[in-house]
């Protein structure tokens, strides 16, 4: 065989090569293209499934009808619930509790019986810390037993 013919014979080679290499690229990204939002979506649901996003948004509604109940402005009172109307429209309210759910619902429907001096009224009493914020961090007892001695 010449030496021409073998150089024939590398550079088809190697652009043999260039073209498999370029096709299986090709056909990666189209695989990735396909796949790749079935990923990101059982990601999300598996996300949202998560404890630290519940107790996420069960902390952020329950700043947000701490400040609905301490609000006396019905402008701010509407700011709020709009809030609260858009960054829970998609959230499932079975996984908040009773009271969380009912002004959530109340917030995204319009439904305008949340105003806190008549709660307290109807209660009978003032309303305290612990009714405006039930699911507060801040206890007033400690929850560490070593210091409940001291």
Not at 19 to 47: D, S, Y
Not at 121 to 137: A, F, H, K, V
Request: charged residues 25%; contains cysteine.
């Amino acid at each position: 065989m010449s030496k021409t013919g073998i150089t024939f014979r590398v550079i088809g080679v190697i652009l043999l090569i260039l073209v498999i290499a370029f096709g299986l690229e090709f056909l990666g990204l189209h695989w990735f293209k396909f796949f790749h939002p079935r990923w990101e979506g059982a990601k999300h649901t598996a996300f949202k499934a998560t404890r630290a996003y519940n107790e996420g948004k069960l902390q952020e509604l329950s700043r947000y009808r701490l400040q609905y109940l301490r609000s006396k402005d019905p402008v701010e009172r509407s700011a709020i619930a709009s809030t609260v109307r858009h960054t829970f429209a998609e959230y499932d309210d079975s996984r908040l509790p009773p009271e969380l759910a009912a002004f959530c619902r109340d917030c995204k429907y319009g439904i305008s019986g949340l105003d806190p001096s008549s709660e307290a009224e109807s209660m009978g009493r003032q309303l305290s810390e612990e009714d405006l914020n039930p699911y507060s961090t801040n206890s007033t007892q400690s929850s560490n037993p070593t210091q409940q001695g001291t």
